[in-house]
Every structure is written in C-alpha cells, then in structure tokens.
C-alpha cells in the first residue's frame, strides 16, 4: 500500500521519521534507518563547535515495577518502560564532520527525506551568523529540509537550546535568520517546558517557519536511590536537570500539541513524544500532525528502530485497510479530524440537576464515611 505523504511541500514514502538523537547520529545509524523503512530522519543536532558530554552515561531509562509502585533506572526483570532520562549535548562531531556525509547520504538516498537538526548561539550578530552558515552549509549538500533546535533542555548558554525556545522574540528572529538564506522548508523545533507554547510558536511562524516540530523532552531530574542517597545518574554525586523522553510524556506532549493545532489549525506540524506504535502516532495524527518522530522507542531496538519502524507502517496500513469504506486513503486524510474534540472544561456536559449528587456524594469523591465526616 502506498503510505506516502505530503508535509512542508516534500514527499514522504511514509510519515515517519526518527527524530533528532542518537539514533541519527552517524553515517551508519541513518543508513541503516533507511534501509529499515523509515520515510525520514532529522539528524542529531548539528553544531559548529566541539562540545563535549559528560562522564558516564547520557542517557538510562526509568522503568516502573507491575506490583509496587516503585520506579527506578536499575535493570530489572519484569518492568515496564517508564521514560528514558538524558542529559546528552548535540553532536560532538562538527559542522565540517557532518558536510561530506551529508552529500554522501542523500545522493545515496533520493527518495528518503534527510532533514539537518542544527543549532547555534544567538547573543549577538555574529552568532546568528552561525545559525546561516549551519543552514547554507547542510542545504547545499542536498538536505530537504531544516529543523531549527531551540528546545535541548540542559543547556547552560542563556541564548542556547531551550532558553532560546523560551524566548518569544529570539524564536522569531533566530527563524526569520535562517529562513533569510534558506531556500529548503525551515522546522523550528520548540521546547514543550514554557507556559503557553503558543506564544513561541507564533514567534516561529512571524519568523517564516514552515513547521513546528513537539516535543522535545521535558526538564526533569532523575530520582534518588534511597538507600545511597545518590541520584540514580550522577557525576561524583553531582546531577543537572536533563531531558525526559519516552511513554511518559506521551500524554503530556499531546497536550502540547493539541494546543498548537488548535491556534494555528492550518499550519504544519510534527508530532513527537512517547511514540512506539502506530497507535500512539495516530494522536499526533488525528490532532493535526502531518508527520511524526520517534527517539526513545528506536534507542532501545536495535539502535535505529527497525522493529519499530515495520510496526508503524504496518499498522498505518491495516488502519487505512480497515477504514477504506470512509474513502481514507492516506495519512493526510486523517490530520485533524479529531482537533476540535479538545474543548475548555466548562463546555463538557454537566449532569441534569435532578441526576447531580454534589459534594462528597459526587461521584469519583471520597465518601462522608471514608473521610471520617460526621453527618
Ligand atoms: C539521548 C537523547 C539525545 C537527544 N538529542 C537531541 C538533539 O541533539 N537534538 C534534538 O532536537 N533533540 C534531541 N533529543 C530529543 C528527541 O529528539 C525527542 O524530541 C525526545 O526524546 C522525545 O521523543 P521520544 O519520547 O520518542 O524519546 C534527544 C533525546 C535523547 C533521549
């Protein structure tokens, strides 16, 4: 079946992408991505100078046991992936590492989409400068498309990552520089840790945005081991606030999102967060999502998701088999329709008054009894 899509003007063999992390992180990994079926992938964020991570791990995932409530980062049989947690920069290979492989790849790969994640400063001219040169430099080598990182969340830079995304007017003029040389669609990928997204989001689109790409993974601290009293991921007992990914923020960040598709309903956008099953991508489609993006769920198969990958276009498939007779023929048939079903709390029916039982008898609440409360 043919799964393709238009998004942003390209066209996708199918709507799933791997988004912007390690599994995109060399030459290797995204040939391998291709070959494993994916319509695209965005790459790790690519920047001009050498950045260097931490000791020890970036990344471990938090897993939560069927029987107690516990949630830890120690392997353990039994438990369910909570959330992966990470505290990893963008590439530590620069600008002039990437250039050939970029060219290499898309000459290699035509038909699949290679979208360049880059980042820069933005504290003065020069620096939104750099933010041109990463843009011209990935263009010209072939890439389809641009995203725009002003969402990684542990950054120290107050005109980097995510500090950036929490600034309605840098938003605005870091895209506005890009899109000044940029002659492939321009994604800005936005933080979801801000109070109303929207309001950067507008700040993307009066920049020249063709794309809101969300979300990134959200500020977060892993937990305490009770026993040590060490984090669960630390250097010398030493933690930042890093990034949380995976099951966990699927809900969160379709709140997000259904924000944004609702302001913005006839703009593009692409959905991520939490995804591993054509189920969960069907969200971020029914919201308004023309394609999707996936990280932690392809971390852990195989290090580019080719389990993953065959899952999500076969359940697209079965889907649009299964709905053939509502005349649904692609992806693009399905974006939104589901947008609107997302209201304010006062317009959700309330109970007849001859039906409505208030105060503790209301249904969900604790009885009198149960609270101790003498009638
Ligand atoms: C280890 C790791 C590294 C990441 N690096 C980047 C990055 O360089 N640039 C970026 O835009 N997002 C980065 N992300 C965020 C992911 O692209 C994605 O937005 C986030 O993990 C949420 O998707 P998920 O729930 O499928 O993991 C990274 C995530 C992880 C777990």
Redesign the pocket.
Known sequence: MDLSTTFTGLRFRNPFLL????PTESESNILRAFDAGWGGVVT??IGLHPVVNVVGP??KFLRADADSPRLSMKKRPGAALHS?W?W?L??DKTLDWWVPRLGRIKKGHPEHMLVA?IMAGSGNDIELRHWQELAIACQEQGCDALEL?L??PHMDRPDMGSNVGKDKELVSIVTQVVKQVATIPVWA?LTPSTTDIVVEARGAFLGGADAISS???FTSLPVVDADTLEFEINVDGLVSTG?L??PA?LPLSLAKMSQLTQAFPDKSFSG????STFEHALNYFLLGCGTVQ????A?LDHAVGPTIIRELNQGLTRFLEKNADKGWKSVGDLVGIRRDRVVAQSKIRRPTEKDYRGGYEAEGYATAEELGVKN
């Open positions: 988004s912007s992390a390690p790790k964020t970036k990344t992966s990470n990893e963008i590439s994640s990182n969402s990684c990928k979300s990134n993974t990034g990914g995976g923020i991520i967060g939490g995804i996936v990280c932690t769920a971390m």
